[in-house]
């Protein structure tokens, strides 16, 4: 497709399980970024992918969290042992370049995430 | 470290009202770049324009128009003659020179009510 892609649009977990998102972003990107939003609480930078350069995982909020990113295309976001406090929509988002330059960001529609 | 914030939360105006979005960052950079970004109802977020450090001129594009003073720390937008379409979530956002990342405000929602 045109634009970035992610799935599911909606999962709903039991607490302790572990999920995973994906992000298939624009053809050529070489930019990814995921963010989490949570009501209320805007956009929190979880980590960002550039080209072959080590991941930026500065905003993982915790060890529970981790993200691959396959070819330098595809991307998974997994959370390991939920907690209501994971629930939110996580956001993807990729750019052609660095993305701090231009700050073009192109994101997905996101995953909504429900921890019971 | 940076920071945004968007003291509005929520605004609720007519079609056809002017309003405006306030946006005061923080930075210890001289050089950053500064962003808005609309998110409808459907969630993605769309990018609307970015400015760097160095350049202070105000922008127009249609009824949009952008406010940067730095003297004040504050990069404004502004909605003429706003429509229903309008409505959305808008965020401001920053980047320092050297960083990857966004810094995002928490986000003002507009209701623009027919």
């Known amino acids: 497709g045109a634009g970035v892609s992610q799935s599911p649009s909606n999962k709903v977990t039991e607490k302790g399980k572990d999920v995973e998102l994906r992000c298939d972003p624009i053809?050529?990107?070489?930019?990814l970024y995921w963010y989490r939003q949570s009501l209320g609480q805007g956009l929190e930078f979880l980590i960002y992918?550039?080209?072959?350069?080590?991941?930026?995982k500065s905003g993982l909020p915790s060890d529970r969290f981790s993200a691959e990113r396959t070819g330098g295309s595809v991307s998974t976001l997994t959370i390991q042992r939920t907690q209501q406090e994971d629930s939110a929509v996580y956001l993807c988002?990729?750019?052609?370049?660095?993305?701090?330059?231009?700050?073009?960001?192109?994101f997905g529609e996101g995953s909504r995430l429900t921890v019971l | 470290a940076q920071k945004v914030t968007q003291a509005q939360t929520e605004i609720s105006v007519v079609e056809k009202e002017d309003v405006t979005l306030d946006c005061v960052y923080e930075?210890?950079?001289?050089?950053?770049?500064l962003f808005w970004y609309k998110q409808p109802p459907s969630g993605e977020l769309v990018f609307l324009i970015r400015?760097?450090?160095?350049?202070?001129q105000n922008e127009i594009s249609g009824r949009y128009s952008w406010n940067f003073q730095k003297s004040t720390s504050s990069f404004n937008f502004t909605i003429t003659a706003s429509q229903v379409v309008d409505s959305a979530v808008y965020f401001c956002?920053?980047?320092?020179?050297?960083?990857?990342?966004?810094?995002f405000g928490k986000g003002t929602m507009l209701l623009v009510s027919p």
């Open positions: 930075t210890r950079d001289t050089t950053y770049y």
């Open positions: 956002a920053l980047s320092e020179a050297g960083y990857s990342t966004l810094t």
């Open positions: 053809s050529g990107h070489t930019a």
């Open positions: 988002a990729s750019s052609l370049d660095r993305g701090q330059a231009t700050g073009e960001l192109f």
């Open positions: 992918f550039q080209g072959n350069s080590a991941p930026d």
């Open positions: 400015r760097n450090s160095f350049d202070e």
